[in-house]
């Protein structure tokens, strides 16, 4: 069993904290995400990256695959920010083409008030998310959230910046 002294609050306030081999926390734990920068044209997630932050920062496209979804898999979870704009394919692969993507992508176009998509995968084959053009927001500034939510599904909350015609970005 290990034990530390915690302080709570202004006043230094001595908290006990004991544990054998689980840890169970009542309140707030604060702590900075991890991030990783992406500049390969292909990367590879981990599960033991749940939590990371990826910044998608290579222009001649990007190929991430993420790991293969297992009933334990459940609660994962990974964030992809468009750090650069894409000139080539920018695709985020799920680890089995049993994977699918739920959720949504609301793409937008700022050169044009008020062209805003909403795009929703249609859960029959939509293993891959393709910032492969313009018009799938490939442009920098892009943000997506993908949750493990079961065995077989990822869940996508995507937001992001594209121009033209805007087109779903699942596939």
């Not at 991430?64 to 990974?78: F, H, I, N, R």
Request: aromatic share 8%; proline share 3%; with cysteine.
């Amino acid at each position: 069993m290990a034990n530390t002294t915690m302080y709570q609050g202004i006043e230094k306030m001595p908290t006990t904290v004991s544990f054998d081999d689980t840890l169970s926390v009542t309140g707030a734990i604060t702590g900075k995400a991890n991030v990783v920068t992406i500049t390969d044209a292909t990367y590879t997630v981990t599960a033991a990256q749940s939590g990371t932050t990826f910044i998608l920062s290579r222009a001649a496209g990007i190929v991430v695959t993420l790991p293969e979804l297992t009933a334990a898999a459940s609660g994962e979870q990974y964030t992809f920010i468009v750090g650069t704009t894409f000139s080539g394919a920018g695709k985020i692969n799920t680890g089995a083409t049993a994977d699918l993507y739920s959720g949504f992508a609301i793409l937008s176009d700022p050169a044009t008030a008020g062209d805003t998509n909403t795009f929703i995968p249609d859960q029959s084959n939509d293993d891959t998310i393709d910032l492969g053009s313009i018009e799938q927001g490939w442009l920098s500034g892009g943000m997506i959230t993908l949750t493990a939510q079961s065995a077989t599904r990822w869940h996508c909350a995507a937001y992001l910046i594209g121009d033209a015609t805007l087109a779903t970005p699942f596939e």
